[in-house]
Nanobody, 119 residues
Framework: QVQLVESGGGLVQPGGSLRLSCIVS????????MAWYRQAPGKQRELVAT???????TYADSVKGRFTISRDNAKNTEYLQLNSLEPEDTAVYFC?????????????WGQGTQVTVSS
């Protein structure tokens, strides 16, 4: 069984920063591409950023220059640094990972962590 557990969400004022973490645990061979998604109330879940196992990153246009995705392969952990936060960034943030286990590639989701940007 593989689990993804996020942490680091909270309430922050506009212009503030947060750092989200996501730890992959359980029985698996390797973690491949990881990503962060977010879902605001009444909206569809959207892709925020991705990072491959070699460190190649992509970002949604709405967060470029403000958010930074990174990972520590030795710890099976990914991070999302959120800077210059705006009220429009308020959402539940989910981590996502493609994990190789039992000879196959599986996609897993975390339970989500709330980020609220408000004065």
């Amino acid at each position: 069984q593989v689990q993804l557990v996020e942490s680091g969400g909270g309430l922050v004022q506009p212009g503030g920063s947060l750092r989200l973490s996501c730890i992959v645990s359980g029985s698996f061979f390797v973690v491949n591409t990881m990503a962060w998604y977010r879902q605001a109330p009444g909206k569809q879940r959207e892709l925020v950023a991705t990072i491959t196992s070699s460190g190649t990153t992509t970002y949604a246009d709405s967060v470029k220059g403000r958010f930074t995705i990174s990972r520590d392969n030795a710890k099976n952990t990914e991070y999302l640094q959120l800077n210059s936060l705006e009220p429009e960034d308020t959402a539940v943030y989910f981590c996502n990972a493609y994990v190789v286990a039992r000879g196959r590639d599986f996609r897993y989701w975390g339970q989500g962590t709330q980020v609220t940007v408000s004065s």
